[in-house]
């Protein structure tokens, strides 16, 4: 199933425009950012989980509620590996690499439908929203340029 369109707005983002849309919205949920603490994993989704984790948590994208999810997609990452250098034991096209072939495809469908969520993948990076208090500068100043005067 594709995407459905564009994601909600945060209450917060609606009042800065002003929108009346904005009034019968329920608050913003405010979560602390943090880096979740590492499950138990095997080590090749303990090596993803040491390469997204920082990069997210330095985006302030993280807080400690994002732990199942994080393990889901490292996790589902090293099935796609696994089975990615288990399919090069197998002659090409034979009945065999087709089946670890396709259960490889199966991984990074799963894979890649929760790394969206987190922003993983570059179309879907527009969608994450930085929370309000690591946002620089005055919201006003993306719609309205200061006048100069001279």
């Known amino acids: 199933m594709g995407l459905r369109g564009?994601?909600?707005?945060?209450?917060?983002?609606?009042?800065v425009k002003g929108c009346w849309k904005a009034k019968g919205r329920s608050p913003d949920l405010e979560l602390e950012p943090g880096k979740p603490q590492p499950p138990e994993l095997a080590a090749e989704a303990q090596a993803e989980?040491?390469?997204?984790?920082?990069?997210?948590?330095?985006?302030?994208?993280l807080a400690e509620i994002d732990r199942a999810g994080l393990t889901y997609v490292c996790e589902a990452w090293?099935?796609?590996?696994?089975l990615g250098e288990q399919s090069k034991n197998f002659e090409l096209g034979s009945m065999d690499w087709r089946r670890v072939v396709s259960t490889q495809?199966?991984?990074f469908n799963r894979w890649e439908k929760m790394s969206t969520k987190f922003g993983l993948t570059p179309a879907d990076r527009p969608r994450i929203r930085v929370p309000a208090s690591t946002a620089k500068g005055?919201?006003?100043?993306?719609f309205f340029?200061?006048?100069i005067v001279s």
């Open 105 to 107: 495809h199966e991984a």
């Open 145 to 147: 340029r200061p006048k």
């Open 49 to 61: 989980w040491d390469r997204i984790v920082p990069i997210l948590y330095d985006k302030s994208v």
């Open 138 to 142: 005055d919201d006003k100043e993306q």
């Open 78 to 82: 090293a099935i796609y590996h696994a």
């Open 6 to 15: 564009r994601a909600p707005e945060s209450k917060r983002a609606l009042e």
